[in-house]
T-cell receptor
Framework: QKEVEQDPGPLSVPEGAIVSLNCTYS??????FMWYRQYSRKGPELLMY????GNKEDGRFTAQVDKSSKYISLFIRDSQPSDSATYLC???????????FGRGTSLIVHP | DGGITQSPKYLFRKEGQNVTLSCEQN?????MYWYRQDPGQGLRLIYY???????QKGDIAEGYSVSREKKESFPLTVTSAQKNPTAFYLC?????????????FGPGTRLTVL
């Protein structure tokens, strides 16, 4: 079992839909949870990070962490074609440990 | 403008050649990392360095070498011993001051073996 599992997709949705992207993990020591967006042939861009459980909102993006279920989510409201990208989750124990990345979910938002 | 630069954007290598990928950061970050990304395989860690003049092997270090002579620079050499070097290479850095271990990535170098 991999430490971080992420469905590769692709996930195809119509413009304006609410998108839910998810990761599960097995290491209960993870404390910090990150989401990256990667456009084709570009480097990943940090979208958000959260500490421990709870929600964090930034514009159309909401990150949610459920440590009891070892499950994290990224919600995108009012999705746009420009949101089409691969979304990678990452998590770490904190304190200069190297984060563990999921393989990424490919999202396609069609007009 | 603070950030991470990688050069070149595209690189072509002949069989048996060593090539060096450049990575520079002006974020004053202590730690730097090299990843390889292949389709469907996610990010795989090649080498990382948390302090100047020191570096550690990652999960797939065979056939690669690095140096860290300056805080801002972490070049990666892909040697002829790397049997399948065609991939997208990403450099990243982190400040190690907070606890989040968040990494910031460069734009990447696409290496193709001819």
């Amino acid at each position: 079992q991999k430490e971080v599992e992420q469905d590769p997709g692709p996930l195809s949705v119509p413009e304006g839909a609410i998108v839910s992207l998810n990761c599960t993990y097995s290491n209960s020591a993870f404390q910090y949870f990150m989401w990256y967006r990667q456009y084709s042939r570009k480097g990943p861009e940090l979208l958000m990070y959260t500490y421990s459980s709870g929600n964090k909102e930034d514009g159309r993006f909401t990150a949610q962490v459920d440590k009891s279920s070892k499950y994290i989510s990224l919600f995108i409201r009012d999705s746009q074609p420009s949101d089409s990208a691969t979304y990678l989750c990452a998590m770490s124990m904190g304190g200069s440990y190297i984060p563990t990345f999921g393989r990424g979910t490919s999202l396609i938002v069609h007009p | 403008d603070g950030g991470i630069t990688q050069s070149p954007k595209y690189l072509f290598r002949k069989e048996g050649q060593n090539v060096t990928l450049s990575c520079e950061q002006n974020l004053n970050h202590d730690a730097m990392y090299w990843y390889r990304q292949d389709p469907g395989q996610g990010l795989r860690l090649i080498y990382y360095s948390q302090i100047v003049n020191d570096f550690q092997k990652g999960d797939i270090a065979e056939g690669y070498s690095v140096s860290r002579e300056k805080k801002e620079s972490f070049p990666l050499t892909v040697t002829s011993a790397q049997k399948n070097p065609t991939a997208f290479y990403l450099c990243a850095s982190s400040d190690m001051q907070g606890n989040a271990d968040t990494q910031y990535f460069g734009p990447g170098t696409r290496l193709t073996v001819l």
